[in-house]
């Protein structure tokens, strides 16, 4: 259960207010500042659990509370209202995410320098994020499934994927253009548009695969996921690069009226 530390007795004997003498410390028993990180911790997986189950309005702070048997003052104590407990649970995993898929892009451009691939770009960004999935706990999946409804989420979302995503998947953009320089760009915007729909569905782990395959297929395999998921979009780019124009649209005929029958 959380607690908040009391303040020392004061001792108001003669000569003024004193402190008592600090009492020894017992070995074992932890500070101040670790019983803070340990209930935060506990609050944050509490709270993130919950969301991955039922979204941002899905939740109130009276609901952690309630998981974790405390008064939701407590929970007051450290966050400002829901918003800042999302934002605390959110922040507190996403930038490694990002750190993990700018390390994977930095050695894939160091290694393949002005000549990029689509299938090695796509490696770069992704592999790394789909690791973090196969070999963190289960507190990351549950972040995934968070990130997952931010990505799709107008308002709040959008604003987060501009703060911590935008810049990183503009660099991803400008690397795809180096693997297609004569592509066109509103097609590399799509189909990153494409990928990312693909990655949060997975992310979501909905349960629905498992149910349409008869378990053949599980929502929890990333290495799964990860063994197809890039030769997949790869040949989504492919294909937008190389089909052929469209042909211009026929113009619409005019409505006449009932039409007569022909002369026989």
């Not at 008592?20 to 500070?31: D, F, I, Q, S």
């Not at 289960?138 to 409804?149: H, K, S, T, V, Y």
């Not at 395999?221 to 030769?231: H, I, N, P, S, Y």
Request: net charge positive.
């Amino acid at each position: 259960m959380l607690g908040l530390l009391a303040t020392p007795p004061v001792n108001k004997g003669f000569g003024g207010p004193k402190r008592m003498a600090a009492a020894p410390k017992v070995k074992g028993r932890r500070t101040r500042a670790e019983q803070r990180a340990a209930s935060v911790k506990l609050i944050l997986d509490t709270a993130e659990d919950l969301f991955s189950q039922r979204g941002y309005f899905g939740i109130t702070i009276k609901d952690v509370a309630d998981q974790m048997g405390i008064h939701p003052a407590l929970i007051h104590y450290y966050y400002d209202g829901k918003q800042a407990l999302f934002d605390a649970v959110f922040e507190r995993r996403v930038q490694y995410a990002v750190e993990v898929r700018t390390a994977g892009l930095d050695a894939y451009e160091a290694e393949v320098g002005e000549n990029p691939t689509i299938d090695g770009v796509l490696r770069a960004y992704y592999d790394g994020a789909f690791d973090v999935y196969i070999n963190g706990d289960a507190g990351w999946r549950n972040f995934g499934r968070i990130f997952a409804q931010v990505n799709n989420a107008p308002g709040y979302g959008a604003e987060k994927m501009d703060t911590y995503f935008d810049p990183l998947v503009l660099r991803l953009i400008g690397l795809l253009k180096k693997a297609l320089p004569d592509a066109d760009p509103e097609d590399l915007f799509w189909s990153f548009q494409f990928t990312s729909g693909a990655y949060t569905l997975v992310l979501s782990r909905t349960g629905r695969i498992d149910r349409l395959s008869d378990q053949l297929c599980t929502s929890d395999d990333f290495e799964a996921v990860r063994d197809r998921f890039v030769t997949f979009m790869v040949g989504g780019f492919d294909a937008l690069y190389n089909r052929k124009p469209s042909s211009p649209a026929r113009p619409k005929a005019k409505k006449t009226g009932r039409s007569k029958p022909a002369d026989q």
